[in-house]
Each structure stands twice: as C-alpha cells, then as structure tokens.
Antibody, heavy 121, light 107 residues
C-alpha cells in the first residue's frame, strides 16, 4: 500500500525547534518531488515547501523562508522538515504530500495523515 | 503569487442535490487546477486533477470543468459521504496555492 506517515510533532515554546519526519512506503520515494503543507486550527491548506527528487533543489513559502529546511534521505525513504525559530503562527497540522508529477498536473496525489505542531509558552 | 478564490465558503444541501463549487484564479492557470476533498479530522484527498481528470477510485458523480481563470467542481447527486470541505489548488506556478475552501453541510 502506498503510504506516507508523519511524526515528530508536539508542543514547543516560541523560538524553539522541531524536526518532522515523513516515512514513505509502497513506492520509490526517490522518483518523486515531495511537499509539506500545513493547516492551522480551523483554517485552510497552505503550502510550505517542496524538494526535488535528489534533494538538490528546494523552495519555500515566504512565511517560513530562512527558518524551515526541507530535506530527504532516499535511502531511508524519509522526508524531513527542520523547523527553527518557531512562532505561534506556525501552529498547525503539518502534512507531507507526494507530487504526482506532470502526469497528474503536479497535483498532490498522496498525503500523510498529518502531525500536529503547537507553538505556545 | 496566484490567488485562488472559492465560492461559496459554505453551503447547505440535501442528499441527491446537484452542487456546484466555483474557483477563480487571479491570473490564468491554464488547466493546472486540482480539487481535493477533506473530511473532518482527515487528510485531504485528491479528487480531480488537470481541471477535469478524475483520480482513480473517485466516484463519477464528481466532475470538473473550466480553463484559464474560472473553474467548477460539480457533484451531480450529493451522497451522505460527500459532506466535507473541498479545496481547489493551482499547480501552474510556484508557490502552489489553495483556495480558501468550501464546506458542504447537510441541510
């Protein structure tokens, strides 16, 4: 079964750090670009970051640029999101998602179940 | 960034109703427009990609249309399991942006 499973969320103080992981199974992670998307409490979906297949290229939303770092370990079939200098407004469920490639108009065809990050003192 | 505007933000409908949700882009996204369904407490699920292509396993009562800046998601006959939030997304340019969502509730 094709699956993404996030972990690493939790409660962190403002200014703190957290690293999220996304374990992929049922497909070859190295063949796909990957994304992180977040959803604040009661809010809509917001794209956070993406990374290409070999990890050599990444892009970020302006709101997280310079604070978050996306990376991947294809040998471990795992995607990461290192989050530093966290703010209250970063509080959200964080989803990892697979880019379906041009075959699917780059739509996000597989999503993890999400991991909650709460930034609060 | 391309802004995506969905309407209505919410709607109430009955089982069997035909439902239309619209999505407007601030500039042309050609056909790089996708739709997702999100049930309460769950992850989003891809319904339609490239404006009108149905993702595998999605019921045929869902359909999509449009091009350029104006798009529509249609549910031909609403079923009990369809009550959820729906989001459009453009993947024409980076950053990929989502609409604000439309919550479909039971009347």
């Amino acid at each position: 079964e094709v699956q993404l499973v996030e972990s690493g969320g939790g409660l962190v103080q403002p200014g703190g750090s957290l690293r999220l992981s996304c374990a992929a199974s049922g497909f070859t992670l190295s063949s796909y670009w990957m994304h992180w998307v977040r959803q604040g409490p009661g809010k809509g979906l917001v794209w956070v970051s993406r990374i290409n297949t070999d990890g050599g290229s990444s892009t970020y939303a302006d709101s997280v640029k310079g604070r978050f770092t996306i990376s991947r370990d294809n040998a471990k079939n795992t995607l990461y999101l290192q989050m530093n200098s966290l703010r209250a407004e970063d509080t959200a469920v964080y989803y990892c998602a697979r880019d379906g490639t041009v075959r699917y108009s780059d739509a996000f065809d597989i999503w993890g179940e999400g991991t909650m990050v709460t930034v609060s003192s | 960034d391309i802004q995506m505007t969905q309407s209505p933000p919410s709607l109430s409908a009955s089982v069997g109703d035909r439902v239309n949700i619209t999505c407007r882009a601030s500039q042309s996204v050609t056909t790089y427009l996708n739709w997702y369904q999100q049930k309460s407490g769950e992850a989003p699920k891809l319904l339609i990609y490239a404006t009108s292509s149905l993702q595998s396993g999605v019921p045929s009562r869902f359909s999509g249309s449009g091009s350029g800046t104006d798009f529509t998601l249609t549910i031909s006959s609403l079923q009990p399991e369809d009550f959820a939030a729906f989001y459009c997304q453009q993947t024409y340019s980076i950053p990929p942006t989502f609409g604000g969502g439309t919550k479909v509730e039971i009347k």
